[in-house]
């Protein structure tokens, strides 16, 4: 038996998103999928159709998802349908809201789908915030966060507690970059979510996880808007079972990662790409800097024992500085021979001054600010500076000790920093 039982939409005169003139507007579809909500679903619609009709700039259609409610949930989305002309309802047989959402989204004919969970717990001001980006094309998904700065959250630890190691275990073992993946405010380009939802396996909870963890996989955007957000206290979500079954999500999702099958069919952003050559001297500088601080850092404490700390700085990086200027010069730049040799490692040595600067200004402070600090403080700052350094390094390495234009012509020693 197919899952769809009733599906009805607004009569055609009352059809939103057709302007008198011909033209065509941008139409957005609010899905707002239920499961036994007869208690509360007439004045939640009623509140959002108000709502989106005295202050949304765009047509709009409400959809009601029921998901099999077994109380009278249906029939007052019906009345709703009847009374109210952009508010139409779908009934399917089986519980899900990743399936409801699914079906709505699949078969929309809107420029913009979006969802809300029906108790309303985040400010509809946020609303417009939220699918502005995905009208102008410059985002491909949005969502609405609870964790991210200009949020104001009121909810009981627990769930807080719960939602941000969630996050963070999405962030940690996912990769994920966006903040929020559970609150129940989220919008797509149509054309782009209809893209996605075949690579989807999900039907209940984890669909909109899953969604914007394929959405990030394929390079596509995904814009994050601040909300005001209630929790809502008869809220009937079976935490630990919703819990368990994210979980499960995140391995099958994070096996297909691992495989290579989390993709879909969908075109994602440009990302930038970074200057010829910098994709293969990076790692390499990167290396000769993990070896370099290390070998600094020894030195020092060394050092350290027979003299003071300037001092076990400023030559624990002199030394250190002319093995990592020959060790770029050969590896990261692929320049070698000895002709230009002398000045490169001076210039080298200028750029290696600023490292100096910088960590030395970094103890300086230290011992300003905290007087008798551990050895491990000092190592501590130290490392702090030279990170700030090592970048500042590489570029002044790249654009003018071993920039190719400043190199000597030697076909046979000099490579340019290509790949040989």
């Given at each position: 038996?197919?899952?769809?039982?009733?599906?009805?939409?607004?009569?055609?005169a009352?059809?939103?998103?057709?302007?008198?003139?011909?033209?065509?507007?941008?139409?957005?579809?609010?899905?707002?999928?239920?499961?036994?909500?007869?208690?509360?679903?007439?004045?939640?619609?009623?509140?959002?159709?108000?709502?989106?009709?005295?202050?949304?700039?765009?047509?709009?259609?409400?959809?009601i998802?029921d998901?099999?409610?077994?109380?009278?949930?249906?029939?007052?989305?019906?009345?709703?349908?009847?009374?109210?002309?952009?508010?139409?309802?779908?009934?399917?047989?089986?519980?899900?809201?990743?399936?409801?959402?699914?079906?709505?989204w699949?078969?929309?004919?809107?420029?913009?789908?979006?969802?809300?969970?029906?108790?309303?717990?985040?400010?509809?001001?946020?609303?417009?915030?939220?699918?502005?980006?995905?009208?102008?094309?410059?985002?491909?998904?949005?969502?609405?966060?609870?964790?991210?700065?200009?949020?104001?959250?009121?909810?009981?630890?627990?769930?807080?507690?719960?939602?941000?190691?969630?996050?963070?275990?999405?962030?940690?073992?996912?990769?994920?970059?966006?903040?929020?993946?559970?609150?129940?405010?989220?919008?797509?380009?149509?054309e782009?979510?209809?893209?996605?939802?075949?690579?989807?396996?999900?039907?209940?909870?984890?669909?909109?996880?899953?969604?914007?963890?394929?959405?990030?996989?394929?390079g596509?955007?995904?814009?994050?808007?601040?909300?005001?957000?209630?929790?809502?206290?008869?809220?009937?979500?079976?935490?630990?079972?919703?819990?368990?079954?994210?979980?499960?999500?995140?391995?099958?999702?994070?096996?297909?990662?691992?495989?290579?099958?989390?993709?879909?069919?969908?075109?994602?952003?440009?990302?930038?790409?970074?200057?010829?050559?910098?994709?293969r001297?990076l790692?390499?500088?990167?290396?000769?800097?993990?070896?370099?601080?290390?070998?600094?850092?020894?030195?020092?404490?060394l050092?350290?024992m027979?003299?003071?700390?300037f001092a076990?700085?400023?030559?624990?990086?002199?030394?250190?500085?002319?093995?990592?200027?020959?060790?770029?010069?050969?590896?990261t730049?692929?320049?070698?021979?000895?002709?230009?040799?002398?000045?490169?490692?001076?210039?080298?040595?200028?750029?290696?001054?600023?490292?100096?600067?910088?960590?030395?200004?970094?103890?300086?402070?230290?011992?300003?600010?905290?007087?008798g600090s551990?050895?491990?403080?000092?190592?501590?700052?130290?490392?702090?500076?030279?990170?700030?350094?090592?970048?500042?390094?590489?570029?002044?390495?790249?654009?003018?000790?071993?920039?190719p234009?400043?190199?000597?012509?030697?076909p046979?020693?000099?490579?340019?920093?290509?790949?040989?």
């Amino acid at each position: 038996m197919s899952p769809l039982v009733t599906e009805t939409a607004p009569p055609a005169a009352t059809q939103p998103g057709r302007p008198e003139n011909g033209g065509r507007q941008r139409l957005v579809e609010v899905v707002v999928p239920v499961y036994n909500e007869e208690h509360v679903l007439e004045a939640s619609v009623r509140r959002l159709y108000a709502y989106l009709s005295e202050t949304f700039p765009y047509p709009f259609r409400v959809t009601i998802a029921d998901n099999a409610s077994t109380d009278s949930t249906w029939h007052v989305a019906e009345a709703l349908m009847a009374d109210l002309p952009r508010v139409r309802a779908v009934r399917l047989e089986r519980k899900g809201r990743g399936r409801a959402l699914r079906h709505v989204w699949s078969g929309s004919d809107a420029d913009v789908v979006a969802y809300m969970d029906v108790d309303l717990s985040t400010d509809l001001d946020a609303f417009l915030p939220l699918v502005a980006p995905l009208i102008s094309g410059h985002s491909d998904l949005a969502i609405g966060s609870r964790l991210s700065r200009g949020s104001a959250v009121v909810r009981g630890p627990k769930r807080e507690i719960i939602s941000r190691c969630y996050n963070l275990l999405l962030r940690t073992a996912l990769a994920a970059r966006f903040s929020d993946a559970q609150c129940g405010f989220k919008a797509a380009r149509t054309e782009i979510v209809q893209a996605l939802l075949p690579s989807v396996e999900d039907e209940e909870w984890f669909f909109d996880t899953e969604l914007l963890l394929l959405a990030e996989r394929n390079g596509l955007r995904i814009h994050e808007v601040p909300v005001d957000w209630v929790d809502d206290p008869d809220s009937r979500v079976d935490v630990l079972h919703t819990a368990l079954d994210d979980l499960k999500g995140m391995a099958r999702v994070g096996r297909r990662m691992l495989t290579g099958a989390f993709r879909a069919p969908v075109g994602g952003r440009q990302r930038p790409k970074l200057p010829s050559g910098m994709a293969r001297q990076l790692p390499s500088f990167a290396i000769i800097g993990v070896v370099s601080t290390l070998a600094q850092l020894l030195l020092y404490v060394l050092l350290r024992m027979v003299t003071g700390p300037f001092a076990a700085n400023a030559l624990s990086l002199v030394i250190t500085a002319i093995g990592n200027t020959a060790a770029n010069r050969r590896f990261t730049f692929g320049v070698t021979g000895t002709q230009g040799a002398f000045r490169q490692q001076l210039e080298g040595g200028a750029a290696f001054l600023l490292g100096l600067t910088l960590s030395t200004g970094g103890l300086a402070l230290l011992h300003a600010v905290a007087p008798g600090s551990s050895r491990t403080v000092e190592l501590g700052a130290l490392i702090c500076a030279n990170g700030v350094a090592t970048l500042v390094r590489f570029l002044l390495m790249r654009a003018w000790v071993f920039h190719p234009r400043r190199v000597e012509a030697q076909p046979p020693n000099y490579t340019g920093g290509q790949n040989r």
